[in-house]
Nanobody, 122 residues
């Protein structure tokens, strides 16, 4: 089975940088894509960044040009480099992985990390 362990959350000054990491363990060969989501009071959970199995990345409009998501060659670790952090970036960040399941063939099961806080000070 796949488990996700997140690290790198914490407090950062507005305009600063933060690096979030998510390490997958278990049946990692079954992972399709991985990404980061965030949620804060008054806002719905939103996709921050995602990297698919083929390496294609996707970013929320609000973070384009500031955040970068990368994935190691084995596909076991995904890193979100957050630069030029703004107050709006504060929230709880969740790592996500889409895992292939045998039945139905080709379907994905969503696996989530526990969530880590990102605090932004002005």
């Amino acid at each position: 089975q796949v488990q996700l362990v997140e690290s790198g959350g914490g407090s950062v000054q507005a305009g600063g940088s933060l690096r979030l990491s998510c390490a997958a363990s278990g049946s990692t060969s079954s992972i399709a894509g991985m990404g980061w989501y965030r949620q804060s009071p008054g806002r719905q959970r939103e996709l921050v960044a995602h990297v698919a199995r083929d390496g294609i990345t996707k970013y929320a409009d609000s973070v384009k040009g500031r955040f970068t998501i990368t994935r190691d060659n084995a596909g076991n670790t995904v890193v979100l480099q957050m630069n030029g952090v703004r107050e709006e970036d504060a929230g709880t960040y969740f790592c996500n992985a889409g895992v292939f399941v045998a039945h139905p063939l080709g379907s994905l099961r969503e696996i989530w990390g526990q969530g880590i806080p990102v605090l932004v000070s002005s």
